[in-house]
């Protein structure tokens, strides 16, 4: 499943349908431009919290997934531990994939 998932993110960075790094996806929050955010399984307690505090209060739905150094890998990119994914299509995908790993939409990350 994550070399599936892997593909599909690698797929939504170069199609320019996925942000990447703290403020730039915190700004894309709120702007209401994402649909789904995926926070690295080993991202600080912080940052767990901060991200899913977010997107709740906006309506975007959020997951814990992996690490960030899968996360990076499978973007392109270096330490990232949150990506956001601005298209719907690529989102609902992606949740097809997620499956059983449950949305987190409340503080007790």
Do not use: H, W
């Amino acid at each position: 499943m994550e070399n599936k998932l892997a593909t599909l993110l690698g797929f939504a960075s170069k199609s320019g349908n996925m942000v990447s790094g703290d403020s730039t996806v915190l700004n894309e929050i709120r702007k209401g431009n994402v649909y789904l955010v995926i926070i690295a399984g080993d991202a600080s307690e912080n940052t767990k919290k901060k991200f899913t505090d977010k997107s709740s209060s906006y309506g975007i739905e959020s997951v814990i997934f992996s690490n960030s150094q899968e996360l990076s890998r499978a973007i392109g990119k270096q330490n990232r531990t949150v990506i956001a994914i601005r298209e719907v299509d690529f989102a609902k995908k992606i949740k097809e994939l997620l499956g059983g790993v449950p949305f987190v939409e409340d503080e007790s990350i």
